[in-house]
Nanobody, 119 residues
Framework: QVQLVESGGGLVQAGGSLRLSCAASRVRFSMNTMGWYRQVPGKQRELVASMTIAGTTQYADSVKGRFTISRDNAANTVSLQMNSLKPGDTAVYYC?????????????WGQGTQVTVSS
């Protein structure tokens, strides 16, 4: 069973930085796409940033220019460097990874890590 283990959340003042990391364990292949989502109470989970195995990235408009995603394909790790944090970035951040086997798509989620940005 694939597990995604996250680390790096916490409390930071507005304008500060945090780095989130996620490692996929019990995996013998590289994930197609790895990324980060976030969710606040009462709202849908939203994509923050993702990166394919080929290096193609996608960012939410609200984080462009402030957040940077990176990954190590061989190690199946993904990180999110978050700079110039705003109170609106406060959320639970979830690591996500998926891969395909034939026509089947396997989707995995981490347990979530809290990021709180104080004003």
């Amino acid at each position: 069973q694939v597990q995604l283990v996250e680390s790096g959340g916490g409390l930071v003042q507005a304008g500060g930085s945090l780095r989130l990391s996620c490692a996929a364990s019990r995996v013998r292949f590289s994930m197609n796409t790895m990324g980060w989502y976030r969710q606040v109470p009462g709202k849908q989970r939203e994509l923050v940033a993702s990166m394919t195995i080929a290096g193609t990235t996608q960012y939410a408009d609200s984080v462009k220019g402030r957040f940077t995603i990176s990954r190590d394909n061989a190690a199946n790790t993904v990180s999110l460097q978050m700079n110039s944090l705003k109170p609106g970035d406060t959320a639970v951040y979830y690591c996500n990874a998926w891969h395909e086997v034939g026509k089947n798509v396997y989707d995995y989620w981490g347990q979530g890590t809290q990021v709180t940005v104080s004003s």
